[in-house]
């Protein structure tokens, strides 16, 4: 209301003139500006219809003395200035673009936060409730971050999970690890997922085997891939585009971190596409026209068996409401359903989320989780390949990454290669074949397979206590590393736990 109301300003400008003009003519200014002053005094206001004077001694200046006044005459002059200043409100919300507000009492809300730097979000993230209203002012319960905000970083993420340190002993035998359940789209994840040896991810959801270089070609020969997503899907693109020896990157003139990029391998007739998804994004300075909402883009795709469509979406959306992750997420389940009735051959992958190293509260791997479980339960029922790479990241021993090193990437684009059985991909083992443990098969082997599917690899781990009766066989013909998992002073992998256990 202060500033809608330029009465001061607009008496300053009177006074100024009438002293510019005293000025100009020669005459005294000090007793010119009390002449003005006094007509102005005596004139009737246009807003409250009085004099200044009159409303001050509460009688007109000229005439005899009126009678003695009654409160209908201020009543009557607070009506009319409340007349004018709503006039004025009026005008003012309608040159600022002023917008009405329905927020009331007990309704949650986010603070507008200045921006310090180019990663700051518009809200901050916390959320707080209306406790109360005044005029145009709310009253917040700040309690939450006040706590949060004396909170030393880290105590309520980075919690260690007391376990057994048992030994386990894998006994002799001759069964196979692993599932001969050919991989396809809708299958259930169970807990573990699978295990690593000597590097090569062994899937317990569905047959699998060791990711060849050599092949890749083959594998993605004729095709043109379509991937999209934050920078995690964009290792996948130049993990890709390096493997493959004829692919040669495209210089579109583009921003690296939100594309779109591009690489092709025209001997083999190969196309690689990525970009990022549309904001919220994190990243450099970037041309808005650059940046294409998924669903716009799977929308404006013909399709066809010789198309493919990766995409992922959690990590820039971990500070945000769930409400407005499920919206968008709902809308890119609407084109992908639109995109498989149009051309029912087209392959569509998604890879989940993967475990981090941030151990903050608004970008924890629980806030992550939230958003992958969203992602899974909305694209249930859906004719689409679905990539759980979480559990391969957080039982894996490397340093924990937001973007996994590519040794991981490695085994998520193998996973993928299998889970998509339209993709001509020669260079897997034969359906069934796993790890194999060679040796007579005493009593109890069953109980014993099921504890070793979910141990990776324990003869990396250099402890007296780990003592393993048998010789493993790696069936797999590929290069894996020997290196043992790094270890601490303890003995035990650094990272996280080796078991894939959720």
């Known amino acids: 209301m202060a500033q809608a109301n330029g009465e001061v300003e607009r008496q300053n400008a009177s006074l100024l003139k009438r002293i510019r003009i005293a000025e100009s003519e ?5 007793r010119e500006l009390r002449k003005y002053v006094t007509v102005y005094r005596s004139i009737d206001h246009a807003t409250t219809g009085k004099s200044p004077a ?29 007349e004018q200043k709503g006039k004025s409100k009026i005008y003012a919300d309608g040159r600022r673009g002023a917008k009405y507000s329905d927020v009331d009492i007990g ?13 700051t979000t518009p809200f901050n993230t916390t959320p707080h409730k209306v406790v109360g209203k005044a005029g145009a002012k709310l009253l917040l319960n700040l309690q939450r971050e ?11 993420t980075d919690k260690w999970i007391k376990g057994n340190n048992s030994k386990i002993i894998i006994l002799p035998s001759n069964a196979t690890v692993g599932v001969r359940v050919k991989c396809r789209p809708g299958l259930q994840t169970p807990v573990p997922a699978g295990f690593y040896m000597r590097d090569e991810w062994t899937s317990l959801i569905c047959a699998s085997g060791c990711f060849d270089t050599l092949k890749m ?6 095709r043109e891939f379509y991937m999209m997503g934050d920078s995690t899907m964009r290792q996948w693109f130049h993990y890709l585009a390096k493997a493959v020896p004829n692919m040669k990157y495209m210089n579109l003139h583009t921003q690296e971190q939100t594309g779109p990029l591009m690489a092709v391998d025209v001997n083999n007739n190969i196309i690689l596409h990525w970009r990022a998804h549309a904001p919220p994004l994190r990243c450099y300075r970037t041309p808005v026209a650059d940046l294409h909402y998924m669903s716009n883009e799977i929308d404006s795709l013909a399709g066809g068996p010789r198309k493919v469509v990766i995409f992922n979406l959690w990590a820039h959306f971990t500070t945000y409401p769930l409400e407005y992750f499920a919206r968008r997420v709902a ?3 609407q084109a992908v359903v639109a995109l498989l009735k149009r051309a029912h051959e087209t392959i569509v992958v998604i890879k989940s989320a993967n475990t ?7 970008g924890s791997d629980w806030l992550a989780l939230q958003l992958d479980t969203i992602l899974r339960v909305i694209f249930q029922g859906i004719d689409v390949a679905f990539i759980d790479v979480w559990q391969m990241t957080s039982c894996h021993y490397s340093t924990d990454n937001m973007h996994p090193n590519p040794l991981i990437i490695r085994n998520e684009i193998n996973k993928a290669q299998h889970h998509t059985p339209n993709l001509p991909c020669k260079g897997a083992l034969p359906e069934g074949v796993g790890h194999r443990f060679q040796g007579p098969t005493p009593p109890g082997a069953q109980s014993a ?21 048998v010789e493993v066989a790696h069936r797999c013909r590929c290069t894996t590393s020997t290196h043992p998992a790094p270890a601490d002073s303890n003995g035990h992998p650094r990272g996280r736990h080796h078991l894939a256990t959720g």
């Open 217 to 222: 070609t083959q594998c993605l020969k004729d």
């Open 54 to 82: 009159e409303l001050l001694f509460n009688r007109k200046m000229r005439g005899k003395l009126p009678d003695i006044s009654t409160a209908q005459a201020d009543l009557e002059v607070r009506d009319r200035d409340a």
């Open 146 to 156: 006040q706590d949060i905000q004396e909170t030393p970083h880290g105590i309520l």
């Open 107 to 119: 309704d949650t809300v986010l603070v507008k936060q200045e921006k310090t730097d180019k990663l």
């Open 331 to 333: 809308r890119i389940r």
């Open 356 to 362: 981090s190293s941030s151990k903050d509260m608004v």
């Open 26 to 30: 020669g005459l005294d200014w000090k």
């Open 449 to 469: 397979r099921r504890t070793a599917v979910s141990v990776r690899d324990l003869s990396h781990r250099q402890t007296p206590q780990s003592t393993l009766p």
